[in-house]
């Protein structure tokens, strides 16, 4: 009887493993300052065996997933402005069921910039007159482009116009004199690559004789 049970039990087939259908992520990485205090809003991206930048998700602050069910070496690479950009790279493989990736954890402590204490202006402008002739009460402003705003009065520097200190974006600037046209032009500011400062960028105006 006995040698019949373990007859039948070595005969039954192993159970199989259900897997469940709830997707597995590749990557998460944890991303902290110096201090310890969680990074957020920060670009997060990854790459599969050299291939194609894709974009990592982030459900809470600090905490980017990086790949779902994917496998194969993975590199992540985190940039925040005012923040060293960071890369590290882990290889995912799948689990002892193989039913999903095994699940790796990269953390990152990002190293900040020291960024410079002095004003930057988003606009420099000059001036000047169509005929040639000395401007009488010159006057430039600048205000965000599309934005419901008072202009904003620049700040005349030698024989320049310094406009929007420290911002970044979509701006408008604009300039006239007593008994002169206005003119004005849209510029688009970027941040430097530090995310210290913005990139200043140049503008000519020239006005004319006319209403103004």
């Given amino acids: ?45 990854f790459t599969v065996d050299g291939g194609a930048a894709q974009d990592c998700e982030s459900f809470t602050d600090g905490t980017y997933v990086c790949g779902w069910e994917q ?32 699940q790796e954890t990269l953390n990152f402590v990002l190293e900040g910039l020291d960024c410079t204490d002095v004003e930057v202006p988003a ?8 005929d040639g002739e000395v401007l009488e009460n010159p006057q430039v402003w600048w205000g965000f482009a599309a934005a419901d705003m008072e202009p904003i009065a620049c700040d005349l520097q030698g024989e320049v116009w310094a406009c929007a200190p420290e911002e970044v974006g979509d701006l ?23 995310g210290c400062h913005p990139v200043t960028e140049t503008v000519a105006l020239v006005v004319q004789w006319g209403e103004d």
């Fill in 71 to 102: 496998t194969g070496v993975i590199a992540v690479t985190i940039e925040k402005d005012g923040f060293v950009a960071a890369t590290q790279e882990v290889t995912v493989g799948m689990d002892a069921d193989q039913c999903h990736v095994e």
């Fill in 172 to 194: 408008e600037v604009s300039g006239t004199a007593s008994g002169h046209t206005v003119d004005f032009e849209a510029v688009t500011v970027v941040s430097d690559e530090a």
């Fill in 123 to 130: 606009v420099q402008v000059t001036l000047s007159s169509l």
């Fill in 1 to 45: 009887m006995l040698t019949s049970l373990l007859l039948f039990l070595a005969g039954c087939p192993e159970t199989e493993h259900a897997c469940t259908d709830l997707a597995a992520a590749s990557v998460t990485a944890h991303v902290e300052d110096a201090d310890g205090n969680a990074i957020a809003d920060a670009t997060a991206t």
